[in-house]
């Protein structure tokens, strides 16, 4: 069955922002991160027949939730 669930977002690395220029340089921006619109995660669907098999791909997989 297909599955849906989230996974830390592989731009950001689940942080959710990304930064224009160096973290220390006080005119770098902080941006939200485009490909999770910010919120760090992004939402899969695949065919998996359950959770561990999911996993095994996904080690950072959650359960979506609405
Ligand atoms: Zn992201």
Same mark, same amino acid.
């Given at each position: 069955m297909v599955k849906r669930f989230t996974v830390d977002c592989w731009e950001c690395e689940g942080h959710g922002k990304y930064t224009i220029g160096? $973290?220390?340089? $006080?005119s770098s921006q902080e941006n939200d991160c485009l490909s999770c619109h910010g919120t760090g995660r992004v939402v899969v669907e695949d065919y998996y027949n359950d959770l561990a098999e999911l996993l095994e791909d996904y080690p950072s997989a959650k359960e979506y939730e609405e």
């Amino acid at each position: 069955m297909v599955k849906r669930f989230t996974v830390d977002c592989w731009e950001c690395e689940g942080h959710g922002k990304y930064t224009i220029g160096h $973290p220390n340089d $006080p005119s770098s921006q902080e941006n939200d991160c485009l490909s999770c619109h910010g919120t760090g995660r992004v939402v899969v669907e695949d065919y998996y027949n359950d959770l561990a098999e999911l996993l095994e791909d996904y080690p950072s997989a959650k359960e979506y939730e609405e």
